[in-house]
């Protein structure tokens, strides 16, 4: 460090005062300042060289010069093994940090404001094909250009991943993940899920063919106890075999519903997309759902939005909304009022089925979509339930791009509601004959 700054300044006094002393004595003080101040600069100028050289040379230790000019170099030494210390230490961090990104098995990619790469891992190179160098500074969405991947990058909201086959192979699932950091900078993680995959699609077939296997049996065995219980037979017996029977009306159910998953498990999006006539739709549920009620004298309306019509897969769609209305004949008492809504707000399409019945307790409710998830095991199979039903409907709903909502409180009913997305709903321009709320 410079000892003292003030240093120079008193000695510079000093050496004038000492100047003019001497001047005076030998009667010429201008010639002895003049000769002292050339001495003075020439000493300095001769200092400054030599640190000047120093600074510019590779030379790591500083020359031994000295006063004030010793503790300039050698300060400026410090300062420079510092940063030197800080330069090496901040090069070890970036290469152990690029060194473990590298060994990710995940590809990481950073892309900034402006949608164009910054950097990536070795695995962004396997995974999404991006190559070193050419692809730098290139808009991701130029790179990438599934449709589904550039809705996504675009909506900015990335609670859910999203899943997509590679761009350079279809042998290859990526489960896309997205986070938001520093000023719009996004950070873009693709995790290789083939194997999940597969091993989901074995796990898929095999309940879809025991399933279609359990079928055929379930089919003959019915045919037989409807021809016996068409007989005269002792009690005991007819007693058996109505149980019999149930049961297998209970499997084919069952049945039935397990392959209704399987198959809305294997896609993740609904394909066959068209506007469904949601009004007839759900006429159709509502007239079943009245007979399914029978003496219990459900009080079930329909309120319609009669200008816009619901765009997917009919029977997907008429299944959600049957097990839903359905549901609510079953699991609430006579006379419950169950209120059936097609409605478009500004940014979605929802059906919604209300009922004021006894509700259901908050614990069930995030449970309540889980498979074979039951609140009353012995009430839900009396009333012919599999499980499978809610889980059903939640499937339909997110093939269709909307999300399943529960809500309910005991003792005053519940709601269930499908939020469709606006780009499934269009509106009826000149529809022949507008249909009319019930
Ligand atoms: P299940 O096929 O047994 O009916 P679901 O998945 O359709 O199965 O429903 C799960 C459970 O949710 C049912 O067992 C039932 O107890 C409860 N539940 C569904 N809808 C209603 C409702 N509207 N009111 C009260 N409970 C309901």
């Known amino acids: 460090m410079i000892k003292s700054p003030y240093r120079i300044l008193t000695y510079f006094l000093l050496l004038l005062l000492v100047a003019i002393g001497t001047g005076w004595l030998i009667d010429d003080i201008a010639w002895m300042l003049t000769v002292t101040l050339l001495c003075w600069s020439s000493y300095h100028l001769v200092m400054l060289v030599l640190t000047l050289r120093w600074m510019s040379s590779k030379k790591a230790d500083p020359p031994d010069l000295p006063g004030i000019w010793g503790d300039l170099v050698y300060t400026f030494y410090r300062k420079q ?83 997509l086959t590679s761009p350079i192979s279809d042998q290859i699932t990526l489960q896309y993940s997205i986070t938001l950091f520093g000023e719009g900078d996004r950070l873009l993680v693709a995790r290789d899920i083939s194997r999940m995959k ?142 059936i809504r097609w409605q478009v707000t500004n940014s979605e399409g929802i059906v919604s089925v209300e009922d004021n019945g006894q509700g259901i307790e908050s614990h069930h409710i995030p449970r309540l979509t889980e498979r074979f998830y039951r609140i009353d095991e012995s009430r839900s199979t009396e009333s012919g339930g599999t499980g499978l039903g809610l889980s059903i409907v939640k499937h339909v709903v997110i093939r269709h791009g909307g999300q399943l909502k529960i809500h309910s409180r005991v003792g005053q009913g519940s709601s269930f509601t499908c939020h469709f997305p606006k780009d499934h709903v269009i509106r009826l321009e000149n529809h022949p004959s507008p249909p009319h709320n019930d």
């Open 81 to 163: 093994k510092s940063h030197r210390d800080r330069e090496a230490a901040l090069t070890s961090i970036i290469n152990r940090y690029q060194q473990s990104s590298a060994a990710l098995k995940d590809a990481v990619v950073i892309v900034n404001t402006q949608d164009r790469l910054e950097w990536w891992n070795s695995a962004a190179e396997e995974l999404l094909g991006l190559k070193p160098l050419i692809d730098r500074s290139k808009s991701i969405l130029n790179l990438l250009r599934d449709p589904r991947f550039i809705r996504y990058y675009k909506r900015r909201q990335y609670q859910e991943p999203l899943e």
């Open 198 to 339: 597969q091993l989901e699609q074995v796990r898929q077939s095999f309940v879809s063919n025991a399933s279609h296997e359990l079928r055929t049996p379930l089919t003959v065995m019915r045919g037989y106890l409807e021809t016996f219980l068409d007989q005269e037979l002792p009690k005991p017996i007819m007693r058996g075999l109505q149980q019999m029977e149930q049961q297998t009306h209970r499997m084919e159910g069952l049945v039935r519903d397990m392959l209704m998953l399987s198959r809305l498990e294997s896609t993740r999006h609904v394909t066959d997309e068209y506007p469904v006539d949601i009004h007839q739709l759900l006429k159709d549920i509502k007239r079943d759902a009245l007979i399914l009620s029978g003496d219990k004298g459900h009080q079930i309306e329909l309120t319609l939005d009669l200008v816009h019509d619901l765009v997917g897969q009919d029977n997907e769609l008429h299944s959600a909304f049957s097990n839903l209305v359905f549901n609510a004949v079953r699991y609430t008492p006579a006379g419950t009022r169950i209120i």
